[in-house]
């Protein structure tokens, strides 16, 4: 049950975020806001506040805000309509959607960074058989101090420095066993496991596993607020290289993608492990969220932005049948997108994998 509610929590929150987006940039500009509602289905809850109905829907898997004459069929032409507005204001409109969901995405990662997080120290957990570490004696409860002469407090320093060793086979270590403090040279192993996009990349091993000894890292408030930007920018990096492999079939997009069942998933394991597990999980979906809605597909922002550089190319909107046209396009393939998958992610979850 607590799954659930953190699961509808944070979907909750990556919608309401996303369209308040819109909300606040089309008052500014003065187009009126007929309508902002959170879910589809039926109807929940309603409240009527000025010119907006702000409701809650059953089916909590997307939102909405509907704008006066954003469809050629009812717009009359007023100055409060969102078809009345130049190509310039209502990309605005637009973009701030998604410009929100990545804003939020960064100052989670701040608060990560500032509240802080538990990670491994260099302690010693395990060694594993054929690889540096154990031709060169480290015993489980070493505590490795130093890489090279680099200080390591955190485990993750002590990946990064090996992994990143480009220009020796081995590396010397400063180590502490029962309270001793002694220096052993230690042979790299490289090894070929999947990256964060699926491909193989060889990766720089001593061979050893952490102890199950944790420590809490926090950073001062300007400190956590770099490390939040270089966070964002490397995951911004990682989804936009993705999402290019994807579209042009070096990664699979079956194995690529998850819906609400994977994304369920996903959240559970994080409720399990803690707050700042969560706040790593809201973090990421909402990153990616804002950058997936700016691909220029019908129906997401993206295709809205695209249809508005035609737009200002043409001098003038599209038809009304063209408009029908790009609707229904995009509201099929959405509609196949999310069958696709719910499919897969049943597959994934409770099957095999489908070929």
Not at 168 to 185: G, M, W, Y
């Amino acid at each position: 049950m607590l799954s659930l509610l953190i699961f509808l929590f944070i979907l909750g929150l990556l919608i309401i975020v996303h369209e308040f987006g819109h909300f606040i940039v089309a008052k500014k500009i003065g187009v009126k806001v007929e309508q902002f509602s959170l879910g589809f289905g039926p109807r929940l809850l309603k409240k009527k506040k000025g010119d907006t109905e702000y409701a809650l829907n059953a089916i909590p898997l997307g939102g909405y805000v509907k704008f006066a004459g954003d469809n050629l069929e009812e717009y009359k032409g007023k100055p409060y309509e969102y078809f009345y507005q130049p190509p310039g204001k209502r990309f605005w409109i637009i973009f701030f959607g998604p410009l929100l969901n990545y804003c939020l995405g960064f100052l989670v990662f701040w608060l990560i960074f500032f509240a802080g997080y538990p990670t491994f120290t260099t302690k010693v957990g395990g060694v594993l058989a054929g690889y540096g570490a154990q031709e060169a004696g480290l015993q489980i409860g070493d505590k490795i101090t130093a890489v090279d002469g680099k200080k390591v407090v955190f485990w993750e320093e002590l990946q990064k420095i090996i992994r990143e060793n480009k220009e020796s086979d081995k590396v010397k270590l400063s180590v502490l066993r029962d309270n001793k403090p002694f220096t052993v040279e230690v042979r790299i192993r490289a090894k070929e496991f999947p990256d964060a996009l699926g491909r193989g990349r060889k990766v720089s091993l001593l061979g050893i596993t952490p102890f199950d000894e944790v420590i809490k890292v926090r950073y001062g408030f300007f400190e956590s607020f770099f490390k939040g930007l270089n966070k964002t920018w490397e995951l911004t990096v990682i989804t936009c290289k993705g999402l290019f492999f994807m579209l042009t079939g070096k990664i699979s997009f079956r194995d690529s993608v998850t819906g609400p069942l994977g994304i369920f998933n996903i959240t559970s394991a994080a409720a399990r492990l803690g707050v700042i597990a969560v706040l790593q999980v809201i973090a990421i979906l909402s990153i990616s969220l804002g950058i997936f809605n700016l691909l220029p597909l019908p129906v997401l922002d993206g295709g809205h932005i695209f249809l508005l550089g035609i737009e200002k190319i043409r001098g003038k909107t599209l038809s009304l049948k063209a408009e029908r046209f790009v609707t229904q396009a995009g509201l099929s393939l959405i509609i196949a997108l999310a069958a696709f998958v719910t499919y897969n992610d049943i597959m994934r979850i409770f099957g095999s994998k489908p070929r």
